[in-house]
T-cell receptor, first 113, second 115 residues
Framework: NAGVMQNPRHLVRRRGQEARLRCSPM?????VYWYRQLPEEGLKFMVY????????ESGMPKERFSAEFPKEGPSILRIQQVVRGDSAAYFC???????????FGEGSWLTVV | KQEVTQIPAALSVPEGENLVLNCSFT??????LQWFRQDPGKGLTSLLL?????REQTSGRLNASLDKSSGRSTLYIAASQPGDSATYLC??????????????FGTGTRLQVTL
């Protein structure tokens, strides 16, 4: 049973470009979470999704960031017009149900140059 | 607003020592508390999950305790090994947010176990 799969693991983008980060949850998991870890800071919750629905996006920046979890395929975190401050590690996690242990992926490291 | 604090921020111990990592949180209305391990450039590995109704959990050389009323948890590592070197993160989930898996993380304790 493969774990939470994230790709790409490392991504370099120039300022103004778009970044797309993908996350495939563990098999049988329908809850997906995205967290961001800025340099020298703790992980911060961004968004919680179930299939085709955004349940809680209270941690998402109001502009340029969006997330989806379509019926088929991985969850996507999309960052438009990236800026240097978006450079961070973005972690996806999944769980089978509320309150159960959540499992994290290896992260996607975004560098904006 | 929930705040999670971990002390110390960094710790260096010789191999074989027992050690305690501390975590405190400001809002006791939690659903559960988890301890994670993070290696440099890697994701998070869940070590122990304590439900709010529980007092402690054990896995191998690890023991985590939870005192919800005082807003504290400790992670005890027995007979430390160099392979235990990593950053240890404490995270709590909230009763009232509608999702028990929306976690608030501490900034971690960076542990180094020396030979």
């Amino acid at each position: 049973n493969a774990g939470v799969m994230q790709n790409p693991r490392h991504l370099v983008r120039r300022r103004g470009q778009e970044a797309r980060l993908r996350c495939s949850p563990m098999k049988g998991h329908s809850h997906v979470y995205w967290y961001r870890q800025l340099p020298e800071e703790g992980l911060k919750f961004m968004v919680y999704l179930q299939k085709e629905n955004i349940i809680d996006e209270s941690g998402m920046p109001k502009e340029r960031f969006s997330a989806e979890f379509p019926k088929e395929g991985p969850s996507i975190l999309r960052i438009q017009q990236v800026v240097r401050g978006d450079s961070a590690a973005y972690f996806c996690a999944s769980s089978s149900n509320l309150g159960n242990t959540i499992y994290f992926g290896e992260g996607s490291w975004l560098t904006v140059v | 607003k929930q705040e999670v604090t971990q002390i110390p921020a960094a710790l260096s111990v010789p191999e074989g020592e027992n050690l305690v990592l501390n975590c405190s949180f400001t809002d006791s209305a939690i659903y559960n508390l988890q301890w994670f391990r993070q290696d440099p450039g890697k994701g998070l590995t869940s070590l122990l999950l304590i439900q709010s109704s529980q007092r402690e959990q054990t896995s191998g050389r690890l023991n985590a305790s939870l005192d919800k009323s005082s807003g504290r948890s400790t992670l005890y590592i027995a007979a430390s090994q160099p392979g235990d070197s990593a950053t240890y993160l404490c995270a709590v989930s909230h009763v009232n947010t509608g999702t028990a898996s929306k976690l608030t993380f501490g900034t971690g304790t960076r542990l180094q176990v020396t030979l």
